[in-house]
């Protein structure tokens, strides 16, 4: 049976930091809908109504979009160890870019990452636990460094061109409020 909250409680907040992988969901007002997987040592709840997520350079940054359109966000956790749960966080988000006043002082909370794009700055709105029974159990084999090493082989340069030449625009074509970066 689903129940609902309006904060992330503190059962709710160490099942989180026990997971390896979430999930991020977003949405404009019309277009894909865009649900993505997220890792690595990512994200830091805040308080019981606030939580930040350190997005990673990726091939594509459908979130940054849809937030300009619309700041609702939903993250996922599934657990798939011994205890069968799902978790939700529903809420809205604003998108902190480097060069930002907020962007030092969020991004201390994390190990510095040279693929760091954007942090989430997520103002949580309910949060909803469900069963989880019919998610798999499976075992943690570890992070990929793989997003790491293509970060680093670009370099300090070539990162922000990889922004300029990818991460511009959505899957639809809307822009993602990537500012302009020194290459």
Same mark, same amino acid.
């Given at each position: 049976?689903?129940?609902?909250?309006?904060?992330?409680?503190? $059962?709710?907040?160490?099942?989180?930091?026990?997971? &390896?992988?979430?999930?991020?969901?977003? @949405?404009?007002?019309?277009?894909? /809908?865009?649900?993505?997987?997220?890792?690595?040592?990512?994200?830091?709840?805040?308080?019981?109504?606030?939580?930040?997520?350190?997005?990673?350079?990726?091939?594509?940054?459908?979130?940054?979009?849809?937030?300009l359109e619309h700041p609702r966000m939903t993250l996922m956790w599934c657990s798939f160890?011994?205890?069968?749960?799902?978790?939700?966080?529903?809420?809205?988000?604003?998108?902190?870019?480097?060069? $930002?006043?907020?962007?030092?002082?969020?991004?201390? &909370?994390?190990?510095?990452?040279?693929? @760091?794009?954007?942090?989430?700055? /997520?103002?949580?709105?309910?949060?909803?636990?469900?069963?989880?029974?019919a998610v798999p159990f499976m075992d943690f084999a570890g992070d990929r460094d793989t997003?790491d090493r293509s970060m680093e082989a670009k370099g300090d340069n070539g990162v922000p061109?990889?922004?300029?030449?990818?991460?511009?625009?959505?899957?639809?074509?809307?822009?993602?409020?990537?500012?302009?970066?020194?290459?």
């Amino acid at each position: 049976m689903a129940r609902q909250f309006n904060q992330i409680t503190d $059962d709710q907040k160490a099942f989180v930091e026990a997971q &390896h992988i979430f999930f991020t969901g977003s @949405a404009a007002s019309d277009g894909r /809908v865009n649900v993505s997987p997220k890792g690595q040592d990512s994200m830091r709840i805040l308080s019981p109504n606030r939580l930040i997520w350190l997005n990673l350079t990726g091939s594509g940054n459908e979130t940054a979009g849809h937030l300009l359109e619309h700041p609702r966000m939903t993250l996922m956790w599934c657990s798939f160890e011994t205890r069968p749960l799902i978790y939700r966080i529903y809420g809205t988000a604003r998108t902190i870019h480097m060069g $930002d006043p907020d962007w030092d002082a969020l991004y201390a &909370h994390f190990p510095p990452n040279i693929g @760091a794009r954007q942090i989430y700055d /997520v103002a949580v709105e309910m949060t909803q636990t469900s069963c989880g029974y019919a998610v798999p159990f499976m075992d943690f084999a570890g992070d990929r460094d793989t997003l790491d090493r293509s970060m680093e082989a670009k370099g300090d340069n070539g990162v922000p061109r990889y922004w300029m030449e990818q991460n511009t625009t959505t899957l639809d074509g809307k822009p993602t409020g990537m500012p302009e970066q020194a290459v």
